[in-house]
């Protein structure tokens, strides 16, 4: 039950109901209950969830996939995350797409910028791309090297993507496919998202940055204690026993995109619910309102420090 005045944030996730979270904070203001709830990959019970708390709660965040997918000046819309998001009558649903494309490159930028990464002389893998397409592009702009995982992590091909340019050409051959494919085929989603099988260990071992979502980076992991040692992995939605586990890696930096809030970084979709609760509307913001707010407050990309030098 949320305090009285409070707003209440509800990230809806197909994901693990063991990364469930409840967060109490101020932020413009007001006073926040964040709540993430996991349905264990069971699509049906995500949308019961949503119809459920539908008027109830101020803004939904739809978590563990993606509404839509923007790639190339395109967008497009996962079937799945649609009949999901569409048992939403009075309450918004935001899926985070519209954060990504303006906070992720400012993020890259203001490392670049204060140097914490120096992306000149770093060889990059982004495990996903067509989920994260402004991060990429800002990465491929500056990076020594940049390898692109999409068809590797997402579709299991052994082909490494190396540019943004072949990276269109596949967006626009695959992804009007794909969004019509079951989500739980391209995308680890209930218990699944705690399980590791190592794989694609030769691109994690070649890259000095390791970019895009959790839980493809982590879906993979090399077993080794010493397999990121030395690198960065830039990323959210991590809890603090994801933090543990890259240490135990060897990790040298974990960053994160979006704030933390006891231990926690949500994700872009939790975010955007949360700056568009704040505004009182039932319309998302637009990206550069919603990056403008965030660095009203002060906003910066978090920067943890996990080998032995810390």
């Known amino acids: 039950m949320r305090p009285d005045g409070a707003l209440h944030v509800v990230s809806v996730s197909i994901g693990s109901s063991s990364r469930d979270k409840i967060v109490e904070t101020d932020l413009g203001g007001r006073h926040l209950v964040i709540e993430r709830r996991g349905t264990d990959g069971d699509l049906e019970r995500a949308r019961q969830l949503i119809a459920e708390l539908d008027g109830t709660v101020d803004a939904f965040g739809l978590g563990g996939t993606d509404l839509y997918l923007v790639a190339a000046g395109r967008r497009y819309t996962i079937r799945d995350a649609a009949r999901i998001a569409s048992a939403a009558k009075l ?11 303006t906070l992720e490159p400012a993020a890259v930028a203001h490392l670049e910028r204060s140097g914490q990464l120096d992306l000149a002389h770093s060889k990059v893998l982004v495990v996903t791309a067509v989920d994260r397409f402004g991060m990429a592009e ?11 995982g999409d068809l590797m992590f997402n579709l299991g091909l052994p082909i490494a993507i190396r540019g943004m340019a072949t990276l269109q050409l596949v967006a626009k051959a695959v992804l009007p496919l794909i969004v019509r494919l079951p989500f739980k085929m391209l995308y680890p989603t209930g218990e699944k998202q ?9 691109w994690y071992a070649w890259a000095d940055v390791i ?13 080794e204690p010493d397999a990121l040692a030395g690198k ?9 026993d994801d933090v543990e586990l890259l240490r135990s890696r060897g990790l040298s930096r974990l960053i994160t995109t ?20 704040l505004a ?7 990206p550069d309102q919603m990056l403008a707010q965030l660095e009203a407050w002060g906003w910066e990309p978090t ?3 996990l080998d032995s030098t810390a």
């Open 303 to 305: 920067v943890t420090r």
């Open 91 to 101: 309450t918004p649903v935001l899926d985070g797409s519209g954060l990504k494309g």
């Open 232 to 240: 960065v992995v830039l990323t959210n939605t991590t809890t603090s």
């Open 194 to 202: 705690t399980a590791i099988t190592p794989k694609w260990g030769k």
């Open 138 to 148: 800002a990465l491929a702009e500056h990076a020594q090297q940049i390898v692109i």
């Open 280 to 286: 009182g509307q039932r319309e998302p913001l637009s």
């Open 211 to 223: 970019a895009g979502d959790f839980h493809m980076i982590r879906r993979f992991l090399p077993a």
């Open 258 to 277: 979006t704030p933390v809030f006891d231990g926690r970084s949500f994700g872009t979709n939790v975010m955007e619910a949360v700056l568009t609760a």
